[in-house]
């Protein structure tokens, strides 16, 4: 098993090994609580038989650094991400493309900007990523009750 470190430094890894185009974030809006959201995001993950690696509870992070940073500007008031991957769908696009080991692990992530509560992910390229991609907007679509 990887220690929470390692994964977050993949994490990172895969999130800045995209190509020169930005990558777009696809949030749907929670009717409900933070709570509530990442009670659904999780329960939505766990429900497919994939287990969650390690969740980052990046809103905590920010709020508790942003005097040392030199910012009192609170971007989320609460925001986790939670990673995971799927044995079978990595085998999928890693077949297809080895070097879709970059986009691993997977994320979704549950943010509560100023009252407005979002379940979201990165949007990933065509070809065989969009596997992973449909399966993070179903994973999405449970979590927000649609």
């Keep these: ?34 709570e509530d959201a990442t009670f659904a995001a999780e329960r939505a ?15 905590e992070m920010l709020n508790r650094t942003g005097a040392d940073m030199g910012s009192d500007i609170v971007i989320f008031d609460a925001a986790d991400i939670f990673l995971f991957c799927s044995a079978s769908l990595s085998r999928e696009v890693m077949e297809a493309d080895p070097m879709n080991i ?32 449909s399966l993070l907007e179903d994973i999405s679509q449970e979590a927000i009750g649609g």
């Design 1 to 34: 098993m990887m220690r929470p470190t390692l994964i977050a430094a993949a994490f990172l890894a895969a999130a800045t090994a995209t190509s020169a185009t930005a990558q777009e974030a696809i949030t749907h809006a929670f009717d409900g609580s933070f």
């Design 45 to 59: 993950i766990i429900g497919r038989g994939l287990v969650i690696d390690y969740v980052s509870h990046t809103g």
């Design 102 to 133: 970059a986009h691993c692990p997977y994320a979704i992530f549950v943010a509560d900007r100023d009252g407005e509560v979002m379940v979201g992910y990165r949007s990933y390229p065509e070809g065989a990523m969009q596997a992973v991609q």
